[in-house]
């Protein structure tokens, strides 16, 4: 009951789950708030232009970002993730309810509603390809041709926060999970895949006690008989 899907065991790399800490499940780099958001055993709570930001963990040309987040205003663009140390303009937004990679392409459909919980799947692939996926359904793919989605020398990818370029591109909102692959997952694993809460040291500990204590009364019903 406990155990994560397969895909997680082979390939994920970093896991944010947000219950009580921004620490990596496996031990990478913890994300760093960006303001004087609140954070809870559920998630993180950010303000208008606030966030979080990632050192070291995004790094290569090929990759996966999962993260399951809402915002409370989706008017116009509002900034979701930005590869290049918020220098620039160009990056991942939610615009009036739909994904966009800005300048380049705009999904079809309105997936995000003020308040509303969605999972946000983002790749980019050996050839440059970069997709954009929403609750499993695919929005768009674009070439990316001028390395615009790749993290920029800083090593830093933050969440949420506007660049320094255009302001009032943001929102408050609430996130609880985010995590990263080293590959680009295909469209089937997006469609298969489900965040796991992975389950506290305590927790597991407890869950233990707990799988002994039924196997006790198990036995002793077996007993009885």
Known sequence: MLALPVLQLQAQQHIYNFNGSFADVYGGPSLSPIGSGVLAANGYT???????????????????????????????????????????????????????????????????????????????????LFSAYVNGVFQFSFTDVLDDAIVDASGTITFFQDDLVVSNEASSGFVNYIATWDRALSAQEVLSFQPTVVPEPASLALFGVGLAGVLVMVRRRKRSR
């Open 46 to 128: 950010f303000g208008f232009n606030e966030g979080l930001s990632l050192t070291g963990v995004v790094v290569g040309p090929t990759y996966t970002i999962a993260m399951r987040s809402r915002f409370d205003d989706v008017t116009n663009f509002r900034r979701m993730v930005d590869y290049k140390n918020r220098i620039t303009d160009n990056g991942v937004y939610n615009y009036s309810g739909t994904v966009e990679f800005y300048p380049y392409t705009l999904g079809p459909d309105v997936v995000y509603a003020p308040g509303q919980l969605a999972l946000s799947i983002f790749t980019r692939d050996a050839t440059g």
